[in-house]
Each structure stands twice: as C-alpha cells, then as structure tokens.
C-alpha cells in the first residue's frame, strides 16, 4: 500500500525557516518524481514544487523561487521541502505527492505551518 | 504562467442529478489536465488524469472530457458522499497550476 506521511510542521516566527519531509513507503520511492502542494486556510490548492527521481532537476512555483528548496534522500524513501523567511502568507498545509507522470496520484495527509509572531 | 478558471465557484444539485463543472485554460494544454477531490477535511485524491482517463478506483460516474483550452467533470448521477471541492490541475507545463476549484452540494 502506498503511504506518504508528512511531518515538520508546526509554528513559526516570521523570517524565520523551516524543513517540512515526506516518509514514503509502499512502492520504489527512485522510480518517481515527487511533489509539494499548499493549501491556505480556507482557500485553494497551490502548486510548490516538483523533483525528479534523482534530484537532480526541479522546479518551482514563480513567487516562492528563491526562498524554497525541494530535495530527497532515495536512500531513506525520504522527501524534504525547506522553506526560509517565511512570511504569514505562507501559513498552510503543505502536502506531498507522487507524480506518476504528469498526474499526482497518492497524497499523504498534510502538515500545517503557521506562520505567526 | 497558465491560468486555469474554474465554473462555477458552487453547484448545488438533488441527487441523482448530473453535475458539470467546466475549467477553462488560458492557453492550450492539449489534454495535460488533471481533476482531484477534496472531501470535507481531507486531502485531495486523483479522480482523472489525461483529462479523460479515471483513476484506479475511481466511480463510473465521474467521467471528463475536453481539449485544449475547455475542458468538463461530469457526474452522472449525484451521490450525497461526492460533496467535495474539485480542482483542475494543468500538467501542460512549469509552474503547474490549480484552478480556484468548484465546491459541489446536494440540496
């Protein structure tokens, strides 16, 4: 069964940073590229950040470039979103998911991050 | 940046009553369109990908169509477990962007 469970969240000062991971099991962590989605309190989806099986090409959502950072441990089934200088605008849950090829099929259950003084 | 607009915002229906809910693009995205689920309290789940095909597990029900820039999630017959929130979701190209989502009631 594929499981991605999410953990790091919790509440932050402003500017401050934070490093949210994903502990996938269930299926070849290697063979997938992987992503991060946000939802605001009470709004929609938003789209973060995707990584390919090896690392080693990513992208990211245009007003978050430069303060976020998506990386993986294939050896420990792990993902990890870091995120500095957060603002309150970044409070959200922060989920991750499998790409399967341009559909993001399991989801885990999200971590909240409040940004707040 | 392509901007995907969803419609409407709400679609209140009985059940068994066909839903339609539209998500439009501002540029052509081929059929890279994907629409997910988000139930009262949960996270999202995959209910079409490639704008037409259903997910593993997925109800007959749920069916999509569309191309290029129009694109429709029907369901069929309105089950009172399907309010939910739908969002599409377009894998065109980077950054990959949501629509603002459609959240669907039962009378």
């Known amino acids: 069964e594929v499981q991605l469970v999410e953990a790091g969240g919790g509440l932050v000062r402003p500017g401050g940073s934070l490093r949210l991971s994903c502990a996938a099991s269930?299926?070849?962590?290697?063979?997938?590229?992987m992503t991060w989605v946000r939802q605001t309190p009470g709004k929609g989806l938003e789209w973060v950040a995707n990584?390919?099986?090896?690392?080693?090409?990513?992208h990211y959502m245009d007003s978050l470039e430069g303060r976020v950072t998506i990386s993986r441990d294939n050896a420990k089934n792990l993902l990890y979103l870091r995120v500095d200088s957060l603002r309150a605008e970044d409070t959200a849950v922060y989920y991750c998911?499998?790409?399967?090829?341009?559909?993001?099929?399991?989801w885990g259950q999200g971590t909240l991050v409040t940004v707040s003084s | 940046e392509i901007v995907l607009t969803q419609s409407p915002a709400t679609l209140s229906l009985s059940p068994g009553e066909r839903a339609t809910l539209s998500c439009r693009a501002s540029?052509?995205?081929?059929?890279?369109l994907a629409w997910y689920q988000q139930l009262p309290g949960q996270a999202p789940r995959l209910l079409i990908y490639?704008?037409?095909y259903r997910a593993t597990g997925i109800p007959a029900r749920f069916s999509g169509s569309g191309s290029g820039t129009d694109f429709t999630l029907t369901i069929s017959s309105l089950e009172p477990e399907d309010v939910a929130v739908y969002y599409c979701?377009?894998?065109?190209?980077?950054?990959?962007?949501f629509g603002g989502g459609t959240k669907v009631e039962i009378k």
């Open positions: 990584l390919n099986r090896d690392g080693s090409e990513r």
């Open positions: 269930g299926f070849t962590f290697s063979d997938y590229w």
């Open positions: 540029q052509n995205i081929d059929s890279y």
């Open positions: 490639g704008a037409f």
């Open positions: 979701q377009q894998r065109s190209g980077w950054p990959l962007t």
């Open positions: 998911a499998r790409d399967n090829n341009r559909r993001d099929d399991y």
